[in-house]
């Protein structure tokens, strides 16, 4: 756990197959949290809100694949909280049976997902997090934003340390991708913390001066 200013509380955990790194960002004030990118193993996300002593004010996804998805249903259905993605991601969320089927997995359940909204963001309690539309990896991709403090972005599978998403998925397209990082996240200080949606942690400095796909020096 790190703390994120005086009120705000950072948690990942590596979760499912896939190991996604699922983000919980939680309000010590109101004691609001969101949970953001569910993948799977989710009684392990609900006994971290437990000790954070947190309930969830909203359940986002930064895209619509299988292992960043897979625990919104059964979370929202035991919290009663929103569930959101982008819209351009819909149609992959409805495909889920298919990407279970891809992967030789047993399909989750599903639930409705609202649409989230770049123009509020996501609340919990007097916080919020930023919405950015980061397409490439998937039409709908997102980065999430935390502003308090210095900034932190929740990047998804757009940004990973030294490297970037996969473009060869349904929908996916390098261009848009490198053109989403450098328009959108690359905009932010050197020391903004990136926590991605797989692996470890970086910065945006690290980023922009060492991955390749950025600094044109892939082999």
Request: with cysteine; aromatic share 4%.
């Amino acid at each position: 756990m790190s703390e994120r200013g005086a009120h705000t509380v950072v948690e990942t955990l590596v979760v499912g197959a896939l190991q996604c790194n699922c983000v919980i960002v939680g309000d010590t004030r109101s004691k609001l949290a969101v949970v953001v990118d569910p993948g799977d193993e989710v009684e392990r996300i609900r006994e971290v809100l437990d000790r954070l002593g947190m309930r969830i004010a909203a359940i986002v996804a930064t895209h619509g694949h299988i292992d960043h998805v897979g625990g919104i249903a059964q979370l929202k259905a035991s919290s009663g909280a929103p569930a959101l993605i982008h819209e351009a991601d819909v149609p992959l969320y409805e495909n889920l049976a298919l990407q279970a089927q891809w992967l030789g997995v047993d399909p989750p359940s599903m639930t409705v997902l609202a649409k989230l909204d770049e123009s509020h963001g996501v609340a919990f309690g007097s916080s919020k997090l930023d919405v950015l539309h980061t397409p490439g990896h998937s039409p709908g991709s997102v980065s999430f934003v935390l502003p308090d403090g210095a900034p932190l972005i929740l990047s998804g599978d757009t940004l990973f340390a030294r490297g970037i998403g996969r473009t060869d998925l349904w929908g996916g397209s390098y261009e848009t991708i490198i053109n989403s990082i450098n328009a959108k996240l690359l905009t932010f200080p050197d020391d903004t913390i990136v926590i991605p949606g797989h692996g470890p942690k970086t910065t945006v400095g690290e980023e922009r001066r060492e991955n390749p796909f950025l600094t044109g020096k892939l082999l």
